[in-house]
Each structure stands twice: as structure tokens, then as C-alpha cells.
Nanobody, 116 residues
Framework: QAQLQESGGGLVQAGGSLRLSCTAP????????MSWYRQVPGNQHEKVAS???????QYGDSMKGRCTISRDHAKNTIFLEMSSLKPEDTAVYFC??????????WGQGTQVTVSS
């Protein structure tokens, strides 16, 4: 049922790096601003980063300076490169597509666990 598919999560030591990927159907990807959110159980979704169709990126405060969002138009995929990871970065990371005329799509999430 999920329109988007995330991958790349896993277990990493503090200070390490991970690259997350999210693939969307072409008709969604080409018309959407794409974003990464994260959620800890009991907490609300927190915006990590977003990227427009033209490639302009915006970052939330939580991981600013420690992540980079990018998109590959040929592969209908966005990426989140994360570095200097901390235990408090442990969360489920979700991909979101906000289409031009109101449609909103979410992936099922990928678990990132950072050990101390």
C-alpha cells in the first residue's frame, strides 16, 4: 500500500555514517517536493530535510550540518547522506512526497539505530 519505498537503514556506531534511499513512482517523483522525516515512538514526526524539483534543499535544526539531501531524477530516487551520527538520531526515518496539487504520499519507514 505504501507509495514510496525507503531503504538503507540499519545499525551504526556513534560517529558513523549512513545513506538512506527513497524511490517513488515516476509520476509522483516528477511532480513532488520530497522530504525526509523521522519519528521516535511517542513523539511527533520531525522534518529532517526537503528538496524541491529544482534541487533546492532545506534542513531542519536537528541534523543541520550533519546531513545532505539530494535527488536523482533518472532513478526517481532521493537520498539522505548522514554523518557524525548520535544515539539521539535513533528513529524511524520516513520519506514523503508532496505533489504540486495537494497529493501527499508516505513510505513505511526505515529504522536507524545508533549505538554509543
Amino acid at each position: 500500500q505504501a507509495q514510496l519505498q525507503e531503504s538503507g537503514g540499519g545499525l551504526v556506531q556513534a560517529g558513523g555514517s549512513l545513506r538512506l534511499s527513497c524511490t517513488a513512482p515516476a509520476i509522483i517523483f516528477r511532480t513532488s517536493t520530497m522530504s525526509w522525516y523521522r519519528q521516535v515512538p511517542g513523539n511527533q514526526h520531525e522534518k529532517v530535510a526537503s528538496i524541491s524539483r529544482g534541487g533546492g534543499a532545506q534542513y531542519g535544526d536537528s541534523m543541520k550540518g550533519r546531513c545532505t539531501i539530494s535527488r536523482d531524477h533518472a532513478k526517481n530516487t532521493i537520498f539522505l547522506e548522514m554523518s557524525s551520527l548520535k544515539p539521539e538520531d535513533t528513529a524511524v526515518y520516513f520519506c514523503r512526497a508532496e505533489a504540486l496539487y495537494g497529493s501527499d504520499y508516505w513510505g513505511q519507514g526505515t529504522q536507524v539505530t545508533v549505538s554509543s
